[in-house]
């Protein structure tokens, strides 16, 4: 099991660029399922765990993968999948393979989805996916370990999604697209990977529109096309993570390539608090749909909000980019209250961050308060089952003085690419150690 050593407490400098993450990638691999006897090819794909993973699932229901080079893949679908030989264990590993419900809906009669994990974070239903896709012709029955599936002939339905979730929008939108009829979802997420999963979709020949709001309108087609080049968008929740870091260790520091539609809401939060930042670079991304630019991130003095800091679906702060906020609000003069309502377990989390010194309260089960200015001191942790949390206590424990041990890396390695090297480039005295 791998570990990070970290030497912390040091003023970093320069620029880091924000990679594609993990989330855009899933969906649109999943996507890609669809494209029967084609082949598509992704662009500024990042090698993560998660990605890894997937592609490994697909090897066994016969999606053959290849890399032209590091960040190019090639993916081929044969006419009919081989489901039934799907890996159950690795299957069941992943909670995104929930998205093969859609991706699937029109092509497999019937076949077995095995129960699935991915991060903990308390109770996370499959009926908001199921409440959707059952409307096309799509049901499932459940078993103790699995699902059985089956799906009729797809046709096209008036959806109001029960729970604005991305993963259940993303399997609302996949089931649409190749019903034969015109589909309206409304209360649809709008995140940044359901827009990347819809630009996909269209550059393979489907039809939406309403991209970006929470209302679709799609029209099914009678099959996708081969996809010859799409370019993953850059992911919010990656920059997140290096503005966190930044403000933490009260560097000046420069995060490239930033999707800034994503976190406009995050940077006016830290704004108020005092926070001193610039933008600068407006561009398109190379899928030519996304604002890209880059934040400089200059050292300043915080106050802590006078009401709460909490997630919403798009366009409120992203969910995700909530336990970035705890490492800042160690550096913040007063209580921040940060209300993480969407998930049980994950405002729990928010103790691990005593092992460093900093003063978090548990409220309940969705309430932490932190307390600042804190001087946060270097120590030996162990992550949590969750990327994002995770990935928040490596930025505490680079913020931290002294000698610090970030042990079971697992989670952050799910979402986040060539991390020792683009930490050590911005002054990051970091080492990943197999035992």
């Not at 990347?196 to 099959?223: E, R, W």
């Not at 309940?364 to 308060?369: N, P, S, W």
């Amino acid at each position: 099991m791998a570990y990070f050593k970290v030497k912390g407490g040091k003023k970093l400098h320069g620029s880091i660029a924000v990679s594609s993450g993990k989330n855009g990638t899933v969906a649109i691999l999943c996507a890609s399922l669809m494209v029967r006897g084609g082949s598509v090819v992704l662009k500024d794909v990042d090698r993560v765990t998660e990605v890894l993973r997937l592609l490994q699932l697909f090897e066994g229901i016969g999606v053959k993968h290849t890399w032209t080079d590091n960040t190019t893949l090639r993916i081929s679908i044969p006419k009919k999948l081989q489901i039934e030989n799907i890996d159950k264990k690795l299957c069941a590993s992943m909670r995104i393979s929930l998205l093969f419900l859609g991706a699937l809906a029109k092509f497999e009669k019937q076949y077995k989805i095995y129960k699935t994990g991915g991060c903990h974070l308390g109770k996370r239903s499959v009926a908001p996916h199921l409440f959707a896709l059952e409307k096309y012709g799509v049901s499932a029955t459940s078993h103790d370990s699995y699902y059985e599936v089956k799906n009729k002939p797809l046709k096209a339905a008036h959806v109001v999604m029960y729970e604005s979730g991305d993963t259940t929008t993303e399997n609302a939108i996949m089931g649409a697209v190749l019903a034969k009829g015109v589909t309206t979802i409304k209360m649809a997420s709008a995140n940044y990977m359901v827009q990347d999963l819809c630009h996909f979709l269209v550059a393979a020949g489907a039809k939406i529109s309403g991209i970006g709001t929470t209302t679709l309108t799609i029209a099914g087609v009678s099959n996708l096309q081969s996809v010859k080049e799409y370019h993953v968008t850059p992911d919010p929740i990656d920059a997140m993570a290096f503005i966190s870091l930044a403000i933490t260790t009260n560097s000046s520091l420069t995060i490239t390539g930033c999707p800034i539609e994503f976190l406009e809401l995050e940077l006016e939060k830290l704004r108020v608090m005092g926070q001193k930042f610039t933008l600068k670079n407006k561009r398109k991304a190379k899928n030519n749909k996304t604002d890209l630019v880059d934040i400089h991130i200059t050292p300043s003095k915080l106050t802590a909000p006078a009401d709460k800091i909490y997630g919403r679906p798009f366009p409120g702060l992203n969910l995700d980019n909530l336990p970035f906020f705890i490492p800042i609000a160690t550096k913040a003069k007063g209580k921040t209250l940060i209300h993480d309502w969407a998930f049980e377990n994950r405002a729990l989390y928010g103790l691990e961050f005593q092992k460093l010194g900093a003063k978090t309260m548990l409220l309940d089960i969705h309430r932490l308060l932190v307390e600042g200015l804190t001087t946060l001191v270097g120590n030996e942790l162990i992550c949590v089952p969750a990327i994002r949390p995770s990935m928040a206590l490596l930025v505490a424990v680079i913020a931290a003085k002294g000698e610090s041990t970030l042990r079971n890396i697992y989670p952050i390695e799910r979402a986040y690419i060539n991390l020792v090297p683009r930490l050590q480039a911005i002054g990051v005295d970091i080492q990943r150690i197999e035992e």
